[in-house]
């Protein structure tokens, strides 16, 4: 598993590279909002742990920008209610 975290207006995006059975590697997303409560927990606002309904990626590396494509797109479609 490979796992990146980027930020895209103040909110993560937790992008993982999943290991695809047969070879090559899926695509897994997840945005988190809010300051926290007081145990360090963020509420997640969005998932895809399927992402491109399954397209596997041949490197690492591509299903990892895939993913964080799709968090940032996510962010600004819900814009209005991540607010």
């Known amino acids: 598993m490979h796992l990146a975290e980027r ?3 103040g909110l993560p995006i937790y992008a993982a590279a999943l290991q ?3 070879g090559g590697f899926l695509g897994a997303v997840g945005v988190r ?3 926290g409560t007081p145990d360090g927990q ?3 606002v969005f998932r895809d742990e399927c992402l ?3 397209a596997v990626w041949n490197c690492p590396d591509e299903a990892l920008d895939f993913a964080v494509q799709v968090g940032r797109a996510a962010i ?3 814009g209005v209610l991540l607010g």
Do not use: C, F, I
């Open 7 to 9: 930020v895209e207006g």
């Open 20 to 22: 695809a059975p047969g």
């Open 33 to 35: 909002k809010g300051s």
């Open 42 to 44: 963020r509420k997640e």
């Open 52 to 54: 491109d309904d399954g």
């Open 76 to 78: 600004r479609a819900q």
